[in-house]
């Protein structure tokens, strides 16, 4: 079997949900008697569709996850992963405005992982640009998180780890 990250890292917009969550949709949250997820004003929120398939894939695989979020609504971001039960998924969380590097640095600290053992997943090229020089194997997730951007992120690292010809820390 491929070699699997100890550490799959996500963003969160525009990663696992399509809207910022400080921007495009008006906290607080709430579950609906429909069991949907709505913002303040009524409006129906959702996930990538693959989402909750990918957390519990990469638990079934024993790989860890963590989040990293540069948002100023931290609260409204953590009432979502509440409400949609993707908590118990999350090692932990850093979910705050700065640099994702910061992130990386606090997750590192916590977990113990060595940055070589991570892979992240991220809408944002900066980002990726940014956590791919602590030498994480990044994933450009341009149009959200689905199956085949987990397999090919997963594949990705599996080839960075044996030094492959395709063994690109991000990009």
């Known amino acids: 079997m491929a070699r699997l990250p100890r550490l799959a890292v996500f963003d969160l ?45 990469l638990r079934d695989l024993g790989v860890p996850v963590a989040a990293a979020s540069r948002t100023g609504e931290v609260e409204g971001a953590n009432q979502l992963l509440e409400l949609f039960d993707l908590v118990k998924y999350f090692v932990h969380r850093e979910i705050y405005p700065g640099c994702k590097i910061t992130h990386f640095q606090r997750l590192q600290q916590k977990t113990g992982v060595p940055f070589s053992q991570m892979a992240f997943f991220d809408d944002e090229k900066r980002n990726v640009v940014d956590v791919s020089t602590l030498g994480v194997t990044c994933v450009h997730v341009p149009n959200g998180m689905s199956l085949p951007t987990l397999t090919q992120g997963l594949e990705t690292f599996a080839k960075a780890q044996v030094g492959g010809p395709e063994a690109q820390p991000c990009g």
Do not use: A, K, M
């Not at 909750?52 to 894939?57: A, N, S, T, W």
């Open 13 to 57: 917009d525009y990663t696992l949900w399509p809207f910022w969550v400080d921007t495009h949709v008006d906290p607080p949250f709430h579950r609906s008697r429909d069991g949907t997820v709505r913002d303040s004003r009524g409006r129906t929120i959702r996930l990538y569709p693959d989402v909750p398939e990918i957390l519990g894939r």
